[in-house]
């Protein structure tokens, strides 16, 4: 069965850590993702890689960076927790080409306190 | 103005409905995902789909590329049917940078 695996399912944290989200697929997938997903907005895509050491920023990057020393991995960092980063955090991973299926980890509940 | 909406944004129904969730998009796009997100957060893609209509059990999904419209149909709904479903559309060939929908909130009643 494929899967994507967030480290953690729920995560509390204080304002001004650094926070590390990490994801894990076992499908060898070339792209991946990082997404939030806040009330009444949507998901966003905060950024994307498309291979290893390779990341392109999304929508709304600031904030954040990302790292993918390994095809099967990709961390998401927070350098300084905000409190306006409380959130959902959703990581995907998906094969190159037109439209092909997103697999989508479980998702991480963030709360910066 | 979003360049995903989708409609109704909550439904309600009862058990064995036929139910219908629309989407209208504003841009070009090369496919457009349904996924369903469950209590709890994780998501799960249903369909992707460029032209026409795909179908998988209960589930309908149809795309009128002119009219920039896709919808998602259920079948004798269920009470398991109740969760977000989210509309998604890819602008981009080559990769899945997907713009989203805010999802339209389904609770089949017993």
């Known amino acids: 069965d494929v899967k994507v695996t967030q480290s953690s399912r729920y995560l509390v944290k204080r304002t001004g850590e650094k926070v590390f989200l990490e994801c894990v697929q076992d499908?060898?997938?070339?792209?991946m993702f990082w997404y939030r997903q806040d009330p009444g907005l949507g998901l966003r895509l905060i950024y994307f890689?498309?291979?290893?050491?390779?990341?392109e920023k999304g929508d709304i990057p600031e904030g954040y960076s990302v790292s993918r020393e390994k095809k099967e991995r990709f961390s998401l960092i927070l350098e300084s927790a905000s409190t306006n980063q409380t959130s959902m955090y959703l990581c995907?991973?998906?094969?190159?080409?037109?439209?092909?299926?997103?697999?989508f980890g479980s998702g991480t509940q963030l709360s910066v306190l | 103005k979003n360049e995903v909406e989708q409609s109704p944004q909550n439904l309600t129904a009862q058990e064995g409905e036929f139910i219908t969730i629309n989407c209208s998009y504003s841009?070009?796009?090369?496919?457009l995902h349904w996924l369903q997100q469950h209590p709890g957060g994780g998501i799960v893609s249903l369909f992707m789909?460029?032209?026409g209509k795909k179908k998988h059990g209960r589930l309908i999904a149809t795309i009128n590329i002119q009219e920039k419209h896709s919808s998602l149909h259920i079948t004798a709904s269920h009470p398991r049917d109740s969760a977000v479903y989210i509309c998604?559309?890819?602008?981009?060939?080559?990769?899945?940078?997907?713009?989203f929908g805010t999802g339209t909130r389904l609770t089949i009643i017993p």
């Open positions: 890689s498309y291979d290893v050491k390779m990341k």
């Open positions: 789909l460029s032209s």
């Open positions: 499908m060898d997938h070339e792209n």
């Open positions: 998604a559309v890819s602008t981009n060939f080559g990769n899945e940078k997907l713009t």
């Open positions: 841009v070009g796009i090369s496919a």
């Open positions: 995907a991973s998906s094969s190159p080409g037109q439209g092909e299926k997103l697999f």
